[in-house]
């Protein structure tokens, strides 16, 4: 007797898959036909372009900013927010030889400023070749006014060489005391070099002097050759020490005194019941031309003049 299971099995195989395919034709769109809505099944129709729709113009896209804000109209480079809180401060207080030796030490740029001083330097090239000064010069950017500076002030500020190198520098600033260098500066510049100055305690200048040896622009006492600490004195002076040692010899010239005598023992004993050796000091050369120096100190004071004179009219 056939077994009847194994049919029912095919049997009902067969069915089902007529029964799927069935179902399938009727979802699969027949040729020519409508395409599906594409809302409907999730996609568009590549083919089919959407309704315009009127919609508002989009505005151009904003620049933008270099570097931190410094005002709302002044952006400033080379500066973390701890350095451009400081520099604000500064501003506020108007507090014009602090910020310009701010300036110095952090060297940070004023991106809208430095642009200010750019256009109108090219501006004013022609006066400088005899043409005539354009009718038109640029516009300052807000929170900085024209005004706040002389005409004597520009010309210092124009005149400083945009890509000179910098010879303030914190280095050279640490030499004449760092932040405070401006009065150790000026006393230097004023001073002699290379012969022995006698500064006492009550001298005024005294702790100029000190600052300077601890830097090493100065030499202190016996750190001073003896033949550079018997310049501090007189030519007659020097002449009397030659009797006092019994120097058979009679000086012209001071440097001819002051090497002969260096040389003959007893003259350091004799110098020093005269001159207390440690007010002694002799001021050595640098190599920057100080000239230059007072060059860049302008152009960094009118600089920090335009910020400042700025904070009467604008808020940070």
Known sequence: MIALTPLIILLGTILALLAVQQLLVRVQPRPGGPA???EAVGTANPEQKAPATKSAPVPPPTPRRRGRSL?????????????VEQMRTLMRKGDTEGLATFLAFNRPGVVELDTYIAQL???????????????????????????ALSDAEWERLL???????????RQFMSRFGGHAFREPFRVYTRREKQVAL????????RAT??????????????????AQRL?????????QMARDLRLDRKFKRKSEATEQLAATPGAAVLLSMQYVVDDLFLLLPMDEDPQLIEQEWDYLFAYAKLLSAGQVRHTV
């Open 36 to 38: 599906p809505d594409a």
């Open 71 to 83: 005002l709302k109209s002044l952006s400033v480079v080379g500066l973390d927010e701890r350095g």
């Open 121 to 147: 330097r090219d501006a004013t090239t022609g006066d400088d070749e005899g043409e005539d000064a354009p009718a038109d010069l640029p516009t300052p950017p807000a929170g900085i006014l024209h005004d």
């Open 159 to 169: 005149a400083f060489p945009a890509k000179t190198q910098r010879l303030i520098t």
């Open 198 to 205: 006698h500064v006492p305690p009550i001298d005024k200048d």
């Open 209 to 226: 002097f000190e600052i300077l040896a601890e830097s090493g622009m100065a030499r202190r006492g016996r750190h001073i050759p003896l």
């Open 231 to 239: 310049t501090v004195l007189k030519m007659s002076q020097l002449r």
